[in-house]
């Protein structure tokens, strides 16, 4: 006979077995066990030499040897012990369900000194007693969120196991401590959640203590600090704050400082972490004439060249402050430059001589003339004085040192004199400068912020979207200094550039599922006719976005599972993939529909479907479900927003147990039969029904007492029953026979 042994799971898996019977031929009759099998129960605590129960096997009929037992198979390491003259069997030595669960021993019965035996099996289930605690794989672990992430979202998930079964190995999570209150756990799923968002606590990370608790009775638990999980959950900075600048936008410079001298230090504060928070400075605007040089990484601004208060006495300079997030923040502001003047420009007068007439024998005081001089100072060194140097006749004048008026002191005399030679002057000599032009030399390359750029973008952005704005800076001049871009390296067609602005742009539809990540070069060139040029590395990550749909395996699943098992024991594993990831590709599992008495329950995380109460395959009681085969929707959704789901039909079949013994149609059957019937006529017919199926509803029928001189035949199949031998009313009235329906 080959036996076959197939599990319940979701991908069956079977063996087999060859078993060869011998019939042996012997005039000696066995000892014959009351029942062909038994089945007995004990729980794993219980101590050396407790009963477990007792076997019976009778002798035949004028049998003078005494029946004794023995365990023949079935308890290689010696736990259990049968009592050779009582059947009674003990355990011997201590059990442990998690090893072993169930016990199969043959229990042999022997007629004295007889070489014939028979056998019966015996079914010991080893009870499961709370006995183990949960037990966390790991102690500790590691976790990173974002701070901006909302409430609700699923940040870690913890497991532990128990050996123990049922209820005694069912966990319950509980976070045993919790000081800010921002996370909460699944109890039966240890799912640690956000309660709230972690922006507000400006704190980098966590440290949460998870404990498991078993749902035996007593419980067993892993409070004790060194049996939890210790997770630390650490908050990543997102670069959600643009650079705020703290200085002033107002510095004053003397027009007479050198080159490299520090006009102004310029200062934004990005509240951001790491490099979200690294801030450097350029000057978009208001610097033409390349007057002052910005120190990108400290924000020193110095002269580039000798300011003239005279030719510009104010600059209004566009700075940008720019953060090294991806992508990167900015904030502007305009910094005017006042330029002071300083006392460099000589007075000069109007006229180099001037020509008057005044009368002679007037009194003093007389006008003669008003003299004039400018100065391209301002302020202070705009102010003139006027003097007379000395020289013959000058003390008959007197000048009016703030306007310029030239009077007489004395009557003049022509006779005397007639003619006078007066110099004026201001306070100070004029001079001449020299001013040198420096014609321009492309000996710059154009020079991007950054070596690489890093940014992200949603799969769903539209053909022709701008994803970043580069700059390359080139500090020549005219052509020298205008700069042309351009992508080199692969791109797969998905973007393109703007060779004047630097705008890259998607040039077709991006799907994360096919490619996730981009990586080429961009050069910035000049336009000059050496094309000195530099590079930048661009990494482009795509988001997902949840345009997948969760698909099952199969479309169509068959199972089966026998009657008689008790409530949440596993029928089959089903399985569904979604392309996306993180929240979109993850699925949970529901029953759709068919399952309007909650006869079964599914895992939603791993797709296992169960019972959820007791099935039968016979209509025999009120409180279990009594159909042969059930037809399940299962639904398939994943995490997103919105979500998408499918679809599975799920086939069940409740296959048959033989636990229905056959029951006659009458307890008892009396038959008239004439002592003149001929032998081999048909005396009676006796019927038994069984509410199994198949093979187990097959009845086989025996007659097992009062026949003992063999005046009937019973047909084992049909029941019928025929005469064998003579009957005399004289010597029997009446037969009692005791018929069995196996």
Not at 485 to 514: C, H, M, P, Q
Request: net charge negative.
């Amino acid at each position: 006979v080959t036996i076959s042994a197939r599990d319940g799971g979701g991908l069956p898996s079977a063996t087999n077995a060859a078993v060869t019977v011998n019939i042996l031929q012997t005039v000696l009759a066995p000892a014959i066990f009351e029942r062909s099998w038994y089945t007995f129960s004990v729980p794993e605590d219980a101590p050396e030499g407790s009963l477990i129960g007792t076997v019976k096997a009778r002798e035949p009929a004028n049998s003078l040897g005494v029946v004794s037992y023995r365990i023949s198979s079935g308890d290689p390491h010696g736990k259990f012990s049968i009592d050779p003259q009582f059947g009674i069997i003990r355990t011997k030595k201590q059990l442990d369900h998690e090893t072993q669960s169930f016990v199969v021993l043959t229990i042999q019965s022997q007629l004295g000194n007889s070489p014939v035996y028979s056998s019966t099996q015996v079914n010991i289930s080893v009870i499961d007693i709370n006995d183990n605690s949960p037990v966390f794989l790991t102690k500790a672990d590691k976790v990173t969120i974002s701070h901006t992430q909302p409430p609700g979202t699923a940040v870690y998930i913890a497991h532990a196991e128990d050996k123990d079964s049922g209820l005694n190995g069912a966990i319950k999570y509980s976070i045993a401590s919790n000081q800010s209150n921002a996370f909460s756990i699944d109890p039966s799923l240890g799912v640690v959640n956000l309660t709230r968002t972690v922006f507000a606590d400006k704190q980098q990370e966590y440290t949460l203590h998870i404990s498991a608790e078993d749902c035996g009775s007593p419980p067993l638990t892993s409070l004790l600090m060194l049996d939890s999980l210790a997770v630390k959950i650490v908050v990543l900075d997102i670069n959600d704050n643009s650079p705020n600048f703290t200085s002033s936008s107002l510095s004053y410079v003397m027009e007479d400082v050198e080159v490299g001298f520090l006009v102004h230090h310029i200062i934004a504060k990005d509240p951001d972490e790491g490099r979200n928070g690294q801030v450097t400075y350029h000057i978009l605007s208001g610097n033409e004439n390349k007057a002052f040089v910005l120190d990108k990484i400290t924000g020193l601004l110095t002269t580039a060249q000798l300011l003239d208060h005279e030719i510009q006495e104010r600059y209004s300079l566009t700075v940008m402050a720019l953060d090294d997030g991806s992508p990167a923040l900015s904030a502007k502001q305009v910094l005017t430059i006042v330029v002071l003047d300083v006392n460099d420009e000589t007075p000069v007068f109007t006229k180099q001589l001037y020509e008057t007439a005044v009368h002679e024998n007037k009194d003093p005081g007389e006008f003669v003339i008003k003299v004039e001089a400018v100065d391209r100072d301002a302020g202070l060194n705009a102010l003139l004085w006027y003097e007379i140097l000395p020289g013959i006749g000058y003390e008959k004048f007197k000048m009016n040192s703030s306007s310029g008026e030239l009077v007489t002191t004395a009557s003049l005399d022509r006779e005397t004199q007639e003619f006078f030679s007066i110099k004026g002057s201001p306070s100070r000599s004029s001079t001449a400068q020299l001013y040198l032009t420096v014609l321009d030399e492309n000996d710059h390359s154009p020079l991007f912020a950054k070596t690489q750029y890093q940014i992200s973008v949603t799969e769903d952005l539209e053909e022709g979207s701008v994803i970043l704005d580069l700059h390359a800076a080139d500090e020549d001049d005219g052509l020298n200094g205008e700069v042309m871009y351009s992508l080199i390296d692969d791109t797969f067609g998905a973007f393109a550039i703007n060779s004047v602005t630097g705008s890259i742009v998607t040039t077709k539809a991006l799907d994360r599922e096919t490619k996730s990540q981009y990586t080429f070069r961009v050069v910035a060139n000049d336009c000059s006719t050496h094309l000195p040029r530099s590079t930048t590395v661009m990494t482009v990550l795509i988001q997902d976005v949840n345009d997948n749909v969760p698909k099952f395996q199969q479309s169509y699943y068959k199972a089966s599972v026998w009657e008689g098992h008790s409530p949440k024991t596993d029928i089959i594993q089903v399985f569904a993939t979604d392309l996306d990831s993180g929240l979109n590709g993850e699925i949970e599992y529901s029953i759709l529909s068919g399952n309007e008495k909650a006869t079964f329950l599914i895992d939603s995380v791993r797709g296992i479907l169960a019972t959820n109460t007791g099935l039968d395959h016979e209509n025999t009681s009120s409180y279990r479900e009594t159909v042969s085969s059930h037809h399940l929707v299962l639904l398939a959704s994943d995490c997103g927003t919105p979500s998408l789901n499918s679809t599975a039909t799920v086939l069940i079949t409740v296959l048959d147990v033989n636990d229905n013994a056959p029951v006659f149609s009458s307890p008892e059957y009396h038959i008239h039969v004439k002592e003149s019937t001929p032998i081999g006529s048909h005396v009676t017919e006796v019927s038994a029904n069984d509410s199994d199926a198949g093979t187990n509803a097959e009845i086989t029928y025996t007659i097992i007492s009062g026949n003992d001189r063999g005046h009937f035949r019973l047909d084992g199949k049909t029941g019928s029953m025929d005469l064998m031998k003579t009957l005399d009313y004289e010597d029997t009235v009446k037969f009692t026979l005791i018929i069995q329906a196996t």
